[in-house]
């Protein structure tokens, strides 16, 4: 980063650093000509930023003038907290109050909006408070619209003329309030995901337009609705959005779940973005609200680094981000060149050497940091690169993370300012990283005894910015004194502690609300089908217990091991829980734990990679049950190379991993020259001269010897087949092959498939559309390459974002539904936008494959022309396919950028021929 920092001392004390830096944003902003509306800068710019003193910040009004209120909560129970901060546009402290109502009891504010003459509106999760300019209340009310089971549970607050608006997260409303009463005077909104629906609205603002932006976290969007409650329009975005703001031009500003800001033009078209999760100054850590000034500056929460960050517009873009150090490599896979024809199948015998320990490893802490957690929290800060050093003493290659895990902030569950889990430290094999992961660490919140981690560790498998590794042994360690949020935890517990059907918390009928935070929705988690999940996707559960949350179980700790150990070892093998009452034991338990469950591979498999896995078999098709001792241990595999009858000649490249437990133990590549038909020795007739004619000999392959045999030797042994002798005839051996390169080699690539799901799209091409692509999935190189699943209609979404995990990407197309309109710039927005977004990785190459069956909306074909183009700009290599006898064959052709690009399917059977195409193009262009 270029630039320096200017303090500047303040009146209050604050101490305000101006930032003369070009933002190092997580995705940089759009460039120059590629989508920036007339009038808005390419970038965003750090202007300044403060600290927020003794407290946690969690919400922020910001006035045209750029002064600003921000309300915090303390990190430890406190009498007389100033709960409420006004700074003036530079960051200056002007007043901190404490706030109070009007019967002088103490409030927590979560959310704020002030007037231009300075009273300030401040909100709990129930309750609404006007205070005068001198922190006088002037008037309360009851803030929110409260579920049946979980009560109010109110957020973010707008202030427009005579009406202040905010929202209810449990009950899924938009709820209007007379300002100078506070007695409500509408609310909108039902739970689901249609239009006027709503999945865990975090936050509303009001625009110049007078109408109302939504955040609807939960459905990944933002909701557009007029002052009467009428939809107006949804737009879609790459994350779920914590907070919304409305500024200046008609843009709209939406805090994403990622730490990212992304700016929105005044229909909802994506502009730019800035942010990104980290600590540097530009990187946001949880972040939880943000205002807009006049000006164009924006003023972001950055409430996990507890400060206040003011970006404003640029006339540059941003400076793009170095890509991340790489972490260790696994050892370098072996090569080998054969030669074969299908009456001689080359094979080979390949040794695998077994570490004592996996080579790689993943593992990911999970920490409680509920109030009672405290011990075991500084224990896990105080000797975090004590920890770091002994998991690399197991696993010579191993990154760890942190996950910081709660509960939902609403009922009994959590506090109104809890969170459910936080990524507090990606997957690093660098041990400063676990120490700064761990400091960011702080105990507090929590209500009832059951807690989060069901929906932490689906957020843990999910999250690709968690950096699971592929090849590395995945474990997740719950560190914890509680349970976990289910309708009966006895479920398939052999001899459960506490008796009948166990209903922790309450409701009885929640389990746990899941990745959109709504309690009751579709996707709800089941306690069971978690554990269930971990075993498919070979992620081992361990779980370090320091004490007994639940009443039900008085205390016991041993009880609760019980239960962790009887869950841990549904999952992936290995799985165990352990008593850490004694915490101090912390760094040797997490050690003993990783190396217990890597001496034991339950199966030892020799898996080809898609696309050719059924050219290969292999003998053993896998070792059981194998133990390894201190010194390691070795297995071996026959492994035999036979393409599909009709292959022609060619060389191919083809992978064969040795995976244990689903890390890998060792990788093979291979280079196939395969010939389609056989060449042997033939007797020919003698010349007049009598001289003998030279023989024909086979080129390019082993010399076929009697009897063959491989040889158990560390390095594999080629061998061929006795091979017929045919009439003779002339052969002609092609001497070009195909391009081929090593799956390890080459680029990896991020791939996003967007499929129409306009109406006529509805019934049997949707559904060749989504077998069409489940095959593409399995031809592509997962989970090396990436791949997301993007849907349009009238509007875009992202179903699945950028990931390895092909049993998520293939629940995504599962779950495609159809709507109205035919919207291809917004499917080619969306899909660049998760391109360039965090899931993103700079050194692959960028792909999007776009299926329609119509022409686009009346209007909107020079929309599509112009994503086309920014997305060809941004070096991506757009594919379209064009499904039956309406679709624009010239315009899908333009938007491709090549007509070798653009594939036509006269109807639905052609789709699958034409995904594999695209899919075997993708590896080596």
Not at 183 to 195: F, I, L, M, S, V
Not at 295 to 320: E, H, I, L, S, W
Not at 578 to 585: A, Q
Not at 657 to 675: C, K, M
Request: charged share 20%; with cysteine; glycine share 12%.
């Amino acid at each position: 980063m270029g630039g320096g920092r200017r303090p500047r001392r303040r009146r209050g004390g604050g101490l305000v650093l101006t930032v003369a830096i070009t933002l190092v944003a997580g995705t940089g902003g759009v460039p120059a000509g590629t989508g920036a509306a007339p009038g808005q800068a390419d970038g965003f710019v750090v202007d300044a930023w403060w600290p927020v003193a003794g407290g946690d910040p969690l919400a922020i009004d910001v006035q045209p003038d750029g002064t600003s209120h921000v309300v915090a909560a303390p990190f430890l129970p406190a009498v007389d907290f100033p709960a409420l901060t006004r700074y003036d546009a530079a960051g200056g402290v002007v007043a901190r109050r404490v706030v109070r109502d009007a019967a002088g009891g103490e409030l927590r504010p979560i959310a704020v909006a002030a007037t231009a003459g300075g009273s300030v509106y401040v909100g709990t999760d129930r309750k609404l408070v006007l205070l005068d300019p001198e922190g006088k209340p002037v008037w309360e009310a009851p803030a929110g619209d409260g579920h049946a089971d979980f009560g109010p549970a109110a957020r973010g607050l707008a202030l427009s003329a005579d009406t202040l608006y905010g929202v209810d997260l449990a009950n899924a409303r938009v709820v209007a309030y007379q300002a100078g009463t506070g007695q409500r005077r509408a609310r909108w909104g039902t739970a689901g995901t249609g239009t006027g629906s709503y999945l865990a609205p975090a936050d509303v603002a009001v625009g110049a337009d007078g109408r109302l932006r939504v955040a609807d976290f939960g459905n990944r969007r933002i909701q557009v609705i007029d002052a009467q409650g009428n939809p107006v329009a949804r737009w879609p975005l790459p994350g779920r959005p914590r907070a919304v703001a409305a500024g200046g031009g008609g843009h709209t500003y939406a805090l994403l779940d990622s730490d990212e800001v992304i700016v929105l033009g005044p229909t909802g078209t994506p502009l730019v973005r800035f942010g990104g999760r980290g600590r540097a100054v530009g990187r946001l850590q949880m972040a939880s609200d943000l205002g807009a000034a006049a000006d164009g500056r924006v003023y972001v929460v950055d409430r996990g680094n507890r400060r206040v960050q003011v970006f404003r517009p640029a006339a540059t873009p941003p400076t793009p981000v170095p890509p991340p150090t790489p972490t260790a490599s696994p050892p370098a896979p072996e090569h080998r060149t054969l030669a074969g024809c299908p009456g001689a199948p080359p094979s080979l015998t390949w040794d695998v050497a077994l570490p004592p320990a996996a080579p790689r490893a993943d593992v990911l802490l999970a920490i409680d940091t509920t109030g009672s957690m405290e011990s075991l929290i500084s224990t896990a800060q105080a000797r975090a690169l004590d920890i770091a050093a002994a998991l690399r003493a197991v696993s010579p290659d191993v990154a760890v993370g942190v996950l910081d895990v709660r509960d939902y902030p609403y009922g009994a569950a959590g506090l109104p300012s809890d969170w459910p889990w936080h990524l507090r430290g990606p997957l690093s094999t660098v041990p400063g990283d676990l120490v700064a992961a761990t400091a960011d660490l702080w105990a507090g919140g929590g209500g009832d005894a059951p807690e989060a981690y069901a929906g932490a560790i689906a957020a843990a498998l999910d999250d690709p910015l968690v950096g699971w590794r592929p090849g590395a042994r995945r474990f997740i360690v719950v560190l914890g004194d509680s349970v976990p949020r289910d309708d009966d935890l006895n479920d398939a517990v052999a001899r459960p502690h506490v008796p009948g059907p166990w209903r922790p918390g309450g409701p009885a009928w929640w389990k746990d609300s899941g990745p959109d935070w709504a309690p009751g929705s579709a996707d709800d988690l089941d306690w069971q089908a978690v554990l269930d999940r971990l075993r498919r996707d070979d992620v081992t559960l361990l779980a370090g217990i320091s004490g007994a949350a639940p009443g039900e179980l008085a205390g016991r700790t041993g009880d609760l091991v019980d239960y962790w150990q009887s869950w841990a070892a549904r999952t992936a093998p290995g799985g165990q829980a352990v008593d850490l009452t004694d915490v101090g034991r912390l760094t040797q338990a997490l050690a003993a734990m990783v190396a217990a469950a890597g001496r034991r591979i339950e199966r030892l498999a020799a898996v080809a990679e898609a696309p050719r896995a059924g050219w290969v078999s292999a003998a053993p098709a896998a070792h059981a049950g194998v133990d390894v001792g201190p010194g390691g241990a070795a297995r071996s595999f026959d492994l035999t190379f036979s393409p599909p009858a009709g292959t022609p000649d060619g060389l191919y490249t083809l992978a064969v991993d040795a995976v244990g437990d689903g890390g890998r133990y060792g990788r093979l590549e291979v280079a196939l020259a395969w010939r389609a038909l056989c060449v042997a020795p033939t007797a020919v007739e003698p010349t007049p001269t009598d001289e003998p004619t030279p023989t024909a000999t086979t080129a390019a392959t082993a010399t076929p010897t009697t009897a063959p045999s491989p040889t158990a030797t560390p390095s594999p042994t080629a061998t061929a087949s006795a091979v017929p002798t045919p009439t003779a005839r002339t052969i002609h051996l092609p001497l070009a092959m195909r391009g081929f390169c090593f799956p390890a080699q080459r680029p990896q690539a991020d791939i996003v498939l967007v499929l129409d799901t306009s109406a006529s799209m509805a019934g049997a091409k949707l559904e060749a559309a989504r077998a069409a692509a489940q095959t593409f999935l399995g031809l592509v190189n997962l989970p090396r390459d990436h791949a997301a699943v993007g849907a349009f209609d009238s509007d875009a979404r992202m179903v699945a974002g950028l990931t390895g995990n092909r049993t998520a990407l293939r629940a995504a197309l599962d779950g495609l539904s159809t709507g109205e309109g035919t919207r291809i710039d917004r499917g080619l927005a969306v899909a660049l936008g998760e391109i360039q977004g965090l899931r993103g990785r700079r050194d692959a190459r960028a792909v999007i494959v776009l299926l329609t069956d119509g022409r686009p909306t009346a209007g909107t074909a020079g929309d599509a022309v112009r994503a086309a183009e920014r997305a060809r700009a941004a070096g991506v290599t757009v594919f379209t396919i064009g499904l039956g006898a309406d679709v624009d064959g010239d315009l899908l052709a333009g938007l491709a950028g090549d007509p070798s690009r653009y594939a036509y399917a006269p109807d639905a059977a052609a789709l699958g021929a034409i995904y594999r195409r695209v899919a075997e193009g993708i590896p080596c262009r």
